[in-house]
């Protein structure tokens, strides 16, 4: 069974920059989270689908990001006009219905210089 | 908003020694716990999971849980530098949403 996949892995930008993420869940998963991970730190919930549905979204600055999941299966986050405290790892995770386990991608490391 | 709270933030320990996380919630709606463990550079894997008071071992890896207290403990025995890693405690409430605390940076000396 194929993994959570997330592209690209790596970013840099120049600070007012835009950046698009892109997640894969593993196939039939309802859920999709995600997550900002500073270094050193635990993820922190940016948002989460369950299908193609916004569940909770309170922890996303709207100014700047935005995700969307337009048919319940692949979801893209987006950064508009990137900042340095944009600088982390952003993770995507999936959960099957009826399961309580979260699988994370590989993830995508931002920096923002 | 529900707050996972972590100690130590790192701990050091010698290969062959104990080392012991601590794990509490401030939400009384958590339904039960996660320990994942990342490696340096990669994500989040599930370790154990706990829904019940009392202790839940799978081989060198102990996990307590007081749901009274909303306090978990995560305890591995016969630690290898293969262990060192950050750990982190996930609670989760009675709905989809998951809280992970900032996490237990773990290094195991040789």
């Known amino acids: 069974e194929a993994g959570v996949t997330q592209s690209p892995r790596y970013a840099v930008l120049q600070e007012g920059q835009a950046v698009s993420f892109w997640c894969d869940p593993i196939s039939g998963h309802d859920t999709l989270y995600w997550y900002q991970q500073p270094r050193d730190q635990g993820p922190q919930l940016l948002v989460y689908?369950?299908?193609?549905?916004?569940?909770?979204n309170s922890q996303l600055p709207s100014d700047r990001f935005s995700a969307v999941r337009p048919k319940g299966t692949n979801s893209t986050l987006k950064i508009q006009s990137a900042k340095q405290g944009d600088t982390a790892t952003y993770l995507c995770?999936?959960?099957?219905?009826?399961?309580?386990?979260?699988?994370f991608g590989p993830g995508t490391r931002l920096t923002v210089l | 908003q529900q707050k996972v709270q972590q100690s130590p933030e790192s701990l050091i320990v010698p290969e062959g020694g104990m080392a012991s996380l601590n794990c509490t919630s401030s939400?009384?709606?958590?339904?039960y716990f996660w320990w994942y463990r990342q490696h340096s550079g990669k994500s989040p894997k599930m370790l154990m999971s706990i829904f019940s008071n009392g202790e839940k071992e799978e081989g060198r890896f102990t996990v307590h849980l007081n749901k009274a207290s909303l306090h978990t403990s995560l305890h591995i025995r016969d630690s290898q530098p293969s262990d060192s890693a950050l750990y982190l405690c996930a609670a989760h409430p009675n709905t989809n949403k998951v809280v992970f605390g900032t996490g237990t940076r773990l290094q195991v000396l040789p």
């Open positions: 939400d009384r709606n958590v339904d």
């Open positions: 995770a999936s959960r099957g219905l009826g399961y309580a386990e979260q699988f």
């Open positions: 689908f369950r299908d193609e549905a916004v569940i909770d």
